[in-house]
């Protein structure tokens, strides 16, 4: 069963900076694209940045980029997504997510796995 188990969440002031682990498991993990997302209350989910199987490219939607990074480790499954300079409109309930194409995790299309989510705030 594939699941992702997401780690690195909470509190953090506007300026400051969160880092994130996404630990896979059930699925070959180095053949997928990856994906951070976000939610907030209301909203449908929004793609943030995205990364290809083999950690080649990476992409970040304009909101957040330049500020966010994602980076992968294949040999541990791990997925390492990095939020910097941090912004109260960053506060979301962040999700790791799984692609089986680089395409999808590159335009945050064509999801196949999800984790449980990771509840992010910023406030001063």
């Known amino acids: 069963q594939a699941r992702q188990a997401e780690s690195g969440g909470g509190l953090a002031q506007p300026g400051g900076s969160l880092r994130f682990s996404c630990a896979a498991s059930?699925?070959?993990?180095?053949?997928?694209?990856m994906s951070w997302a976000r939610q907030v209350p209301g909203k449908g989910r929004e793609w943030v940045s995205g990364?290809?199987?083999?950690?080649?490219?990476?992409y970040y939607a304009n909101p957040v980029e330049g500020r966010f990074t994602i980076s992968r480790d294949n040999d541990r499954n791990m997925l390492y997504p990095q939020m910097n300079i941090l912004k109260p409109d960053d506060t979301a309930l962040y999700y790791c997510?799984?692609?089986?194409?680089?395409?999808?995790?590159?335009?945050?299309?064509?999801?196949?796995?999800w984790g449980q989510g990771t509840q992010v705030t910023v406030s001063a």
């Open positions: 990364i290809y199987s083999d950690g080649s490219d990476t």
């Open positions: 059930g699925f070959t993990f180095n053949t997928y694209g």
């Open positions: 997510a799984a692609h089986y194409s680089d395409y999808g995790a590159s335009s945050g299309t064509g999801y196949d796995y």
